[in-house]
T-cell receptor
Framework: EPEVTQTPSHQVTQMGQEVILRCVPISNHLYFYWYRQILGQKVEFLVSFYNNEISEKSEIFDDQFSVERPDGSNFTLKIRSTKLEDSAMYFC???????????FGPGTRLTVT | GIQVEQSPPDLILQEGANSTLRCNFSDSVNNLQWFHQNPWGQLINLFYIPSGTKQNGRLSATTVATERYSLLYISSSQTTDSGVYFC?????????????FGTGTLLAVQP
């Protein structure tokens, strides 16, 4: 069964460094998302991406964040200058169409020291 | 924005017991999903259920969209059912496609 994959599973970085989190959505899906979950809290929406552009973003998704779909299969989230409060689990998700369910990847645990 | 509340927040069961988890939402939805977050943090899709009833093995779910709630039933619970259960909804109407997650129910099944 096709699944969303994410790399790395765990990333440790120092404050101020840039990180890129990578995702490979399910191949025939058209909508792509990033969510994050701070330890012990609920999952929060960051950004959605459709037709090669951002379709919606949350207040969390400020200028330090960017997304890209560079080659038709990968979907990346870049954090330009990480802060301690960026430490969280980051989930990538995709779905096939407007009224379909979202499938989530296994997550990347980002730890900023 | 839409509010999603889950109850109970915590639940401890003996293996073999049944349970019902509830998800209330404050506005109309056209997508509702239930997830199980396992101890490794992975979000496992359980049900896509904007309305009606579905069953998958020992789990079943019912959404009554007109009354703005959904229920997840777990029967004959096993220790592997432990973890956090989230419901997530997509608000009806508008251009939004994001899922809004509930507060979660932490389930511990004891042997």
């Amino acid at each position: 069964e096709p699944e969303v994959t994410q790399t790395p599973s765990h990333q440790v970085t120092q404050m101020g460094q840039e990180v890129i989190l990578r995702c490979v959505p399910i191949s025939n899906h058209l909508y792509f998302y990033w969510y994050r979950q701070i330890l012990g809290q609920k999952v929060e929406f960051l950004v959605s991406f459709y037709n090669n552009e951002i379709s919606e973003k949350s207040e969390i998704f400020d200028d330090q964040f960017s997304v890209e779909r560079p080659d038709g299969s990968n979907f990346t989230l870049k954090i330009r200058s990480t802060k301690l409060e960026d430490s969280a689990m980051y989930f990538c998700a995709s779905k096939r169409g407007q009224d379909y369910e979202q499938y989530f990847g296994p997550g990347t645990r980002l730890t900023v020291t | 924005g839409i509010q999603v509340e889950q109850s109970p927040p915590d639940l401890i069961l003996q293996e073999g017991a049944n349970s019902t988890l509830r998800c209330n939402f404050s506005d109309s939805v056209n997508n509702l999903q239930w997830f199980h977050q396992n101890p490794w943090g992975q979000l496992i899709n359980l049900f896509y259920i904007p309305s009606g009833t579905k069953q998958n093995g020992r789990l079943s779910a019912t959404t009554v969209a007109t009354e703005r709630y959904s229920l997840l039933y777990i029967s004959s619970s096993q220790t592997t059912d432990s973890g956090v259960y989230f419901c997530a909804v997509k608000n009806y109407g508008g251009a939004t496609n994001k899922l809004i997650f509930g507060t979660g129910t932490l389930l511990a099944v004891q042997p």
